[in-house]
């Protein structure tokens, strides 16, 4: 790769989303600000070759990624008007758009909250504002988001082009919202971060459990939202939950790509550094009052990653955090995971009443880690008959190769018939 | 300013609204209208009032069987779609219990739109 090419992809990373959004202010329109700036990228591949990479590529591509806006909407005048606009109210009502000075664009960086935050508008199907997301903030191509969400990339093509459509249509405006309404909007950012995340963490189905580009962009934007709004304790929350459980991202599979439990790990494998930066982050949520569901959700993957060994996990202190978490956010899945620290605590049959509790609720009836969990309790009484049955359970309800491999070796160690 | 039809769902199973439940409908078209937002309201007779044409075949009843069906609708002007579901959500049968709103945005309307 030559040094432009290099640079041109580095900034595509990085940049993409705030050229974007400074192109999307000027057009007004997501599809031809994506078209400029897709052509300002083609065009720095030669222009950095000729004449070096610029000072401050980003502001070399909004100049030039604005200048085609203002171009293709001169040429289009008469076609254009007839097009809905993306709204922006407030600061600039509805006055056409005019050239502004590019040398402001790297000195606005709330430009990019306003594209997440039109991207996860709550008027947008969850499915639909993830994928918005990946394809407008994170510059991912439309066939990659498709194979990332594992839909067909006809699917995700269409599933985009409606988005937008009703974007445009249904005027969602392009701001970020007022303080007032940031408790109402800001859930449905991070929760497509975390799904993000998620999705790149444990892939559901296919031949790799993790899928770490995804992962990564996760982690990126989780970055990007907390420098961008970093007085909301839960986007640091957020932040600190990825950081705390990316940290054990190298050790959560064997060398022949078979999952290990996290009692298995080699804990000296462990990203101290991200651990100690999520650390860090907790504190403060946790000194801020009433701290959210990703700060407890951080706090539970910090304690369980701080123990010097499984053994030595402070299991009583967990159970207290996840009944924290569960006050916020009352979801079966919680009350699952919780089972796992009471059955340290207080013993697997305490456990297991618990999990047998659970598995009448309608919400886990399809949920794979239930009858896995199921399994275990079952498995450590010592009613191997009964764990085998759970673990046959949950491999039907499971397509993650690596899960079903872990799965398959805990069967056979309980299953006594041949 | 563009304009957004927002259409009113209720359970008529859930019987008549109560006189309280009236007023508090009259009190929010008035606010619309006292905020200049309102283009126009009507709120509609009984669901067994109603008569569907299909083709050549006329039935008793709404045209779509479902629980939940229109009960009224009102057209307001609104600068995006978030002033307009800040209108939406304070339209009391969001919270009855016995149905909620649909925000559309209006694509034509003859008379044309101010």
């Known amino acids: ?418 | 300013m563009a304009q957004y039809a927002i259409l009113i769902f209720d359970d008529p199973t859930a019987g008549d609204y109560t006189a309280g439940q009236l007023a508090e409908s009259k009190q929010h078209a008035e606010d619309i209208v006292d905020s200049g937002a309102m283009v126009s309201a009507y709120a509609l007779a009984a669901p067994e009032t109603a008569t569907s044409l299909r083709g050549d075949v006329v039935t008793d009843g709404p045209f779509v069987d479902t629980k939940e069906v229109v009960a009224g609708f009102c057209v307001i002007e609104a600068p995006d779609l978030d002033a307009a579901l800040a209108v939406a959500r304070d339209n009391p049968a969001v919270r009855w219990g016995r149905g909620g709103v649909e925000v559309r945005p209006v694509a034509g309307s003859i008379p044309p739109a101010r």
């Open chain 1, 1 to 418: 790769m030559t040094d432009a090419a290099r640079a041109v992809a580095d900034a595509h990373r990085r940049e993409w989303a705030l050229v974007l959004a400074a192109t999307v202010r000027v057009a007004r329109d997501l599809d031809l600000a994506e078209e400029c700036v897709q052509e300002a990228y083609a065009a720095a591949l030669t222009a950095w070759a000729r004449d070096g990479t610029p000072a401050n590529p980003a502001a070399w591509l909004t100049t030039t990624a604005r200048r085609r806006a203002m171009d293709a909407m001169r040429r289009e005048a008469t076609f254009r008007s007839r097009l809905p606009l993306l709204v922006e109210p407030a600061e600039t009502g509805y006055e056409p758009a005019t050239d502004p000075p590019p040398e402001q664009t790297d000195a606005v960086p709330d430009e990019r909250l306003r594209l997440v935050f039109t991207c996860c508008h709550p008027a947008l199907a969850p499915e639909a504002r993830l994928a918005l997301t990946l394809r407008l903030v994170c510059g991912l191509p439309t066939a990659d988001v498709a194979r990332a969400l594992l839909v067909s990339e006809q699917t995700m093509a269409a599933r985009i082009t409606r988005a937008k459509k009703k974007i445009a249509t249904a005027r969602i405006p392009y701001r970020v919202p007022r303080p007032a309404e940031l408790p109402d909007r800001l859930p449905a950012v991070l929760g497509v971060v975390h799904l993000l995340y998620t999705a790149g963490h444990t892939a559901p189905s296919g031949p790799t459990l993790l899928r770490t580009d995804a992962a990564d962009r996760a982690l990126h934007l989780a970055r990007t939202l907390r420098a961008l709004m970093p007085d909301e304790p839960e986007v640091g929350g957020l932040l600190a939950l990825l950081l705390a459980t990316d940290a054990r991202r190298a050790t959560r599979t064997g060398p022949d790509g078979g999952l290990l439990r996290l009692e298995d790990q080699d804990r000296s494998r462990w990203d101290r550094a991200a651990l100690a930066e999520a650390h860090e982050l907790i504190v403060a949520g946790l000194r801020a009052g009433r701290p959210g569901r990703y700060t407890l959700q951080a706090a539970i993957a910090a304690l369980y990653a701080e123990a010097p060994t499984y053994d030595e996990t402070d299991w009583q202190q967990l159970v207290t955090l996840y009944d924290r978490l569960l006050a916020v956010w009352p979801s079966p899945v919680v009350a699952l995971n919780r089972t796992v620290p009471v059955s340290m605590a207080s013993g697997p049959a305490v456990a297991l009443a618990l999990v047998d509790e659970l598995a009448a609720d309608p919400r886990l009836a399809r949920y794979p880690y239930l009858p896995a969990v199921r399994a275990d309790l079952l498995r450590r009484l010592d009613r191997p008959a009964e764990a085998a049955l759970a673990y046959r359970d949950a491999l039907a309800r499971t397509d993650n190769d690596a899960e079903r491999g872990f799965l398959a070796a805990r069967l056979a160690e309980v299953d006594i018939e041949p």
